[in-house]
């Protein structure tokens, strides 16, 4: 069973990524990407360490066995997403020139 204060850094790491507030805002020029950089490799360490091995190793083993290869593919949706963005990009062209 995994601690209350590992689920508790886990929760604030996960929620720190997906915030869309930071501690530095990112309009501040390499400060507010430099937080970014050290808090959430730290949240994520950290969390790791916290976790119990066994319960880190069965999670690491399901994810091992969900391969890309479960996933489903579509060559259509490829397609049309390449189709978007060279269109997109001649769009740009066209603006720039």
Known sequence: MMSLFAKIVVA???????????????F??????????????????????LIPPDIWNECKTKAHQLTLKSLPRSKYAAILIIFIWIMLAILVYHMIS
């Open 12 to 26: 604030i790491t996960v929620a720190y990524a997906l915030s869309p507030i930071d501690l530095i805002p990112d």
């Open 28 to 49: 501040i020029p390499i400060l507010g990407s430099l937080d970014d950089l050290i808090l959430l490799p730290l949240g994520i360490t950290l969390a790791i360490k």
